[in-house]
């Protein structure tokens, strides 16, 4: 809208140098710049965009802070942990675009596809695309309900200014069936995008176990509202192959060198907004949480160790020991202060020997959610491979051994697994809630730091773990967790048709309270 307002102003201006170029329209043409797309480069940045954008506002402030991973003494980064700042959730509608640089993973993945979609030969570049696309609108439909998807990033090829919302039902409709086409599309005599893959460098063996692992994810989310439909995707994601080894695991690596974009953004992230130097404030005020750092210790469970230290001063109190002892942990309570608290030091914090590295990998999605999604079906009685407690117990492993991809310090011996099951068994004769809430909180658990989005939207559809909300003074939701990110008013000004009538079929809100479609 603002570039069609200046070139209406500057329309009779255009007119007179028109007349009188000389040439200069070709002298104004970046030779350096590309007039084709790419379709490596803009895949590779797709995959980059999609996990990064607005990790700090996201995942780290509104959902690290609800969902009780994260807590903050402050009340302007609260957006979680006392439910304040709506903005911080706005910033993840810039996947649509904004910043060409750090944004616009939406525009990048429809020029994708646009370019390999016609060629027989770049069918499997246009199968990861498409399975990309389904993974990066499952993200942004998650946390917005209805959005922007048959016409988003068309403004291009199609000059759609004003893309129509779709609804929430229709668009997991047509994920499923875009996830279904293309994993059956695959040719392994075709070309694949190869090492500008970040994930699996064009493997496709492994790229159909990531199709089918997100069409489980997905056929899961449709529990509470057509149970049917879940237990159609979800056997077909099982049946096609899903993600239950180590070595099947997506991962994109990072490195620590000089050029930030190649560092891991969520310890760019966390360090670059709290946990910069030991000792005194942060940033944004952030510690560990109580509820999650007191669930750790009471399972004894030893991931504790691995996720977490507590800064300790030398004698003369002018150098800091990052320490992993259990009995030091202790985690700071959602929403009990608005001033620095006078044992701030004593909570704990993110390790800085895992978490923090600049050259940890991100792990986009992992065995440990699919053996738990699969002791779910089991539960439901839509798997029949294995049980409950097999699978349950397999997902506990590989959320403990993953952590191995960390280096050294993230390391968690076979022994200390073991007792952890012996010392947490499967609840195999509890009620079907018992044991959903097990599985369930086990997920809050395994997918801590991986992925804040999906156990966001786990949470939303499951209930567990069950959290105790806050209701800190003057909240903007009345002390109730937040259930939905709010999407900027600028939609409402350029998109207005489109957005209020996608608003009054959302229930005619626009809060951090409102719910998406399969959120009963």
């Not at 506002?57 to 003494?73: E, K, R």
């Not at 493997?203 to 489980?216: A, C, E, H, Q, R």
């Not at 994810?217 to 077909?236: F, I, Q, Y």
């Not at 942060?282 to 977490?308: C, H, M, Q, W």
Request: hydrophobic letters at 40%.
């Amino acid at each position: 809208m603002k570039k069609f307002l200046r070139l209406l102003y500057l329309a009779p201006l255009a007119l007179f140098i028109t007349s009188c170029d000389n040439g200069f329209e070709e002298m104004n043409v970046n030779p350096n710049a590309s007039t084709e797309v790419v379709p490596g480069f803009l895949f590779t940045k797709a995959q980059l965009i999609t996990v990064s954008t607005n990790y700090v506002g996201a995942a780290y402030l509104t959902i690290g802070g609800s969902m009780q991973h994260f807590a903050t003494y402050k009340e302007v980064p609260a957006a979680g942990d006392k439910y304040f700042n709506y903005g911080y959730s706005v910033n993840s509608w810039a996947l649509y675009g904004g910043d060409p640089v750090n944004s616009g993973a939406v525009i990048d993945i429809e020029q994708v596809i646009d370019a390999v979609s016609t060629a027989p030969a770049d069918v499997n570049k246009l199968s990861a695309a498409r399975i990309w696309r389904a993974y990066l609108y499952h993200r942004l439909t998650d946390l917005y309900g209805d959005i922007p998807y048959s016409d988003a990033g068309k403004a291009l090829s199609d000059k759609n200014y004003t893309p129509k919302y779709d609804e929430q039902s229709a668009i997991y409709a047509d994920m499923l069936k875009e996830l279904e086409e293309s994993l059956n599309a695959f040719d392994a005599a075709q070309a694949t995008f190869g090492n500008a893959d970040l994930m699996y460098g064009g493997d496709i063996t492994k790229w159909k176990k990531f199709g089918y692992s997100l069409m489980l994810r997905l056929g899961m989310r449709l529990t509470e509202v057509d149970a049917a439909m879940a237990k159609t995707w979800v056997e077909k994601a099982i049946a096609g192959g899903i993600i239950v080894s180590d070595a099947d695991v997506a991962t994109i690596a990072y490195v620590d060198g000089s050029i930030t974009a190649s560092r891991n953004f969520i310890a760019s992230g966390l360090m670059g907004t709290d946990y910069v130097t030991p000792g005194g404030d942060n940033v944004e005020g952030g510690k560990l949480a109580k509820t999650f750092i007191d669930y750790l210790k009471t399972t004894k469970d030893p991931r504790l160790n691995v996720v977490s230290i507590v800064w300790v001063p030398s004698a003369d109190g002018k150098t800091f020991t990052a320490d992993t002892t259990t009995a030091l942990q202790k985690g700071m309570q959602n929403a009990a202060f608005n001033s620095l608290p006078a044992d701030f030091n004593t909570y704990s914090e993110p390790n800085p020997a895992t978490i923090l590295k600049y050259n940890a990998p991100l792990v986009v999605m992992g065995n440990a959610e699919m053996n738990l999604l699969l002791a779910e079906a089991a539960l439901r009685g839509w798997y029949s491979g294995s049980t409950a407690k097999a699978t349950y117990e397999e997902a506990v492993k590989a959320g403990m051994k993953q952590w191995a991809l960390f280096g050294s310090a993230g390391v968690i011996s076979d022994a200390k697994i073991n007792a952890y099951l012996i010392a947490n068994p499967y609840k195999a004769t509890g009620t079907v809630a018992e044991q959903m809430a097990q599985i369930h909180t086990q997920k809050w658990v395994s997918l801590f730091l991986e992925d804040e989005y999906e156990i966001f939207s786990n949470w939303r559809r499951t209930g567990y773990p069950n959290l105790t909300p806050t209701n800190y003074p003057g909240n903007l939701t009345g002390g109730k967790i937040p259930t939905r990110f709010v999407i900027p008013d600028s939609e409402g000004i350029y998109n207005a048709e489109n957005f209020n009538e996608a608003r009054t079929r959302q229930g005619g809100t626009n809060t951090l309270s409102s719910l998406v479609w399969w959120d009963k």
